[in-house]
């Protein structure tokens, strides 16, 4: 089951950053929070994942409050093309399972 | 490189009918393979999942079953559809248990009438 609470939707307006908020108030120290979107009838793709400490990459930006309970996704400046489902998950590193939930599903406004 | 493919892209079943939708990969060794469903205008569903040829972990009770019978091949059964196995399938792997990152398939639109 997913171990997380996001909200249903979003709305961003272009080249605003797009935060996008996920609580996970039961993690485990050994659990990763990682981030998916799903763009509309196509398989969810990989965004970034963490532990404990902020992370950034090409695509995003990753910040995890000390308490791990609550962490936020921020796509600096947002396209019309990163209008999908956004899915926050809590796994460990070594687990099988991922359990996507039903995301958010952020929509970027021109 | 890697690629997973999965097929067909869309079916159209009646109720009571079989299906088999067929997923394989490319360019990696000892998978792990997902299966999940996605019913319209709702999350992704983890079926099955399996960590090696002839392992299958079901996730979830159903008129569904799944088998790996090669190492890159993944297939997902039903002897008698049901219409609320109406949705979007998607196929999944991951290169090693310590992998973060998932990789879809292009998925099957089914539809069950």
């Known amino acids: 089951d997913a171990k997380t609470t996001q909200p249903t939707s979003m709305d961003c307006a272009e080249g605003r950053a797009a935060n996008l908020p996920c609580n996970h108030s039961?993690?485990?120290?050994?659990?990763?929070v990682y981030w998916y979107r799903q763009i509309h009838s196509q398989g969810p793709q990989y965004i970034i994942h963490?532990?404990?400490n902020n992370e950034t990459n090409e695509m995003a930006s990753l910040i995890i409050t000390e308490d791990r309970k609550s962490s936020t996704l921020i796509l600096p400046h947002a396209t019309l093309r990163d209008t999908a489902v956004y899915y926050c998950?809590?796994?460990?590193?070594?687990?099988?399972?991922?359990?996507f939930g039903t995301g958010t599903s952020l929509t970027v406004i021109p | 490189s890697q690629t997973i493919h999965q097929w067909p892209a869309t079916l159209v079943q009646p109720v009571g009918s079989p299906l088999s939708l067929e997923c394989t990969v490319e360019g990696t060794s000892n998978p792990n393979l997902y299966w999940y469903r996605q019913a319209a205008g709702r999350g992704l569903q983890l079926l099955f999942y399996s960590v090696g040829i002839g392992q299958i972990s079901s996730e979830v009770p159903q008129n569904l079953s799944a088998s790996r019978p090669q190492d890159r091949q993944f297939i997902l059964s039903s002897k008698k559809l049901l219409l609320s196995d109406s949705g979007f399938y998607l196929c999944a792997y991951t290169g090693t248990v310590f992998s973060y990152e998932q990789y879809f398939g292009p998925g099957t639109r089914l539809t069950v009438t």
């Open positions: 963490g532990l404990k």
């Open positions: 039961t993690i485990s120290g050994n659990e990763y």
């Open positions: 998950i809590v796994r460990v590193l070594t687990g099988n399972q991922f359990y």
